[in-house]
């Protein structure tokens, strides 16, 4: 019974069909999204050479987040949810296919792509906020915290096996190939967002332009739990990001084969799918905000130790322990923010969720970029890591309300069906 308890829990799939579809469909995007940052990372490199161009593609992918984000949060509390993201997906498809044109012929040039990359971003900003709030509205509030576990085992899934794939076709068929399969799976993406109901954000929408997006900013600024939260994991990116710098550590400890550069984002998956298979753990824990401190601070501690070894296969351990550590955190920090934001808000605490949680990220990769070119590698992770434990330390200090933040579990089920299940989809 024990371990029954510790495994990942499944209940959203079995009772929620349409939660089901539209986890299946973001699982298989979520695919061809991983081989695609790949490409671009490996694409990138070829023409520079350098780690703060591959640094400058995660600014490329933030800059649109950060500057659009909370104004799309806005929209998306005023519009048919599902709607505006079946139209956000498709203008990232756009993007996909042109990724795939210049991938097969004439390449781009690094600043081309990047461009290119920041246009499908745009669309990221809007489609971000308005998958943020489709959970809530799936599931009870007790199975809120397992939904959000199967999402992210579903990333990790996709980080596992993604670049793995993507070091393959690299060294075979090219980047084109990679862009190729990722326009592909959002047909996937399509088709799980197709059978969800319409989403209207309630009977308080929120007000247009930028009185809107200033609601969203006071109740962030007014409730400690998610405040608390934002701030860790923004620690935590901005802080301790390592990606931007796994082509240099490739080249130091694997010679620089591409097939080898996909097994450092498939280290951090591998912890992150085993963390999630045990979330059981963590998702029936009533105090996720303890656990999400827990989990980033030893996400900045394993990476600080990854910045010191010289060993290839211990590096890549301890990538392991990262990934699955900031599983843990990502869960709960959902969690957290889910469980204390009403349903007409989602939109927008979801858009600051986004920025924090894609271009917190991308900052974190363009600022360990910028320290190792003017340093080295090992200095920047080393000392990003301790910046990030100290942080943390800091936050959970300074918020009580994080720290003792309660969220129901099972063991609180009312036994009735999840929201919204009741209505026919419309299409």
């Known amino acids: 019974m024990g371990v029954r308890h510790a495994l990942l829990d499944v209940s959203p799939l079995r009772t929620s069909p349409r939660f089901r579809r539209l986890w299946a469909g973001q699982a298989l995007s979520g695919f061809g999204g991983q081989m695609t940052v790949v490409a671009v990372m490996f694409q990138v490199w070829q023409e520079t050479g350098s780690t703060a161009w591959t640094g400058t593609v995660g600014l490329a992918q933030a800059l649109p987040v950060v500057v659009l984000g909370l104004f799309a949060g806005s929209l998306v509390d005023r519009v048919d949810r599902r709607t505006f993201y079946l139209v956000m997906t498709g203008g990232q ?24 990359l920041a246009v499908q971003s745009c669309f990221v900003a809007g489609s971000g906020p308005a998958t943020r709030t489709f959970i809530p509205s799936l599931l009870p509030p007790h199975q809120l915290a397992a939904g959000l576990a199967l999402r992210q085992i579903a990333f990790q899934a996709a980080l596992l ?20 399969v990722d326009a592909a799976t959002f047909a996937a993406a399509f088709y799980g967002a197709l059978g969800l109901p319409r989403m209207r954000p309630g009977q308080s929408a929120a007000a247009p332009g930028l ?100 060993n290839p296969w211990s590096g890549l351990a301890l990538l392991a322990v990262a990934g699955a550590a900031d599983t843990v955190a990502v869960v709960c920090r959902s969690t957290v923010v889910q469980a204390h934001t009403p349903r007409e808000l989602l939109g927008r605490v979801g858009a600051a969720e986004q920025i924090v949680g894609q271009a917190g990220p991308d900052l974190g990769n363009l600022r360990g970029g910028l320290v190792a070119q003017a340093s080295s590698g090992a200095v920047a992770l080393v000392a990003g890591g301790l910046l990030c434990v100290g942080a943390v330390v800091l936050v959970g200090a300074a918020t009580r309300d994080l720290r003792r933040s309660t969220v129901p579990t099972s063991a609180d089920a009312p036994g009735k069906a999840a929201p919204g299940e009741a209505a026919p989809a419309s299409s």
Do not use: E
């Open 161 to 180: 096996t993604g670049p793995a794939v993507a070091g393959v076709i690299l060294g075979g068929p090219g980047a084109g190939a990679c862009y190729a």
């Open 93 to 116: 498809l756009g993007c996909a296919l042109l990724l795939a044109v210049q991938g097969f012929g004439t390449r781009l040039p690094p600043a081309g792509l990047l461009a290119l």
């Open 211 to 310: 009185r809107g997006t200033r609601d969203g900013l006071a109740f962030l600024l007014r409730t400690p739990a998610v405040r608390g939260a934002l701030l860790t994991d923004l620690a935590a990116t901005v802080l301790c990001m390592p990606v931007s710098l796994f082509p240099l550590i490739n080249a130091q400890r694997f010679g620089g084969d591409p097939r080898t550069l996909g097994l450092f984002l498939t280290s951090v998956a591998v912890g992150g799918v085993t963390a999630s298979l045990f979330s059981g753990t963590f998702t029936r824990f009533p105090r996720p905000g303890a656990v999400m401190l827990a989990g980033s601070a030893t996400w900045g501690a394993a990476l600080a130790l990854f910045g010191l070894v010289t």
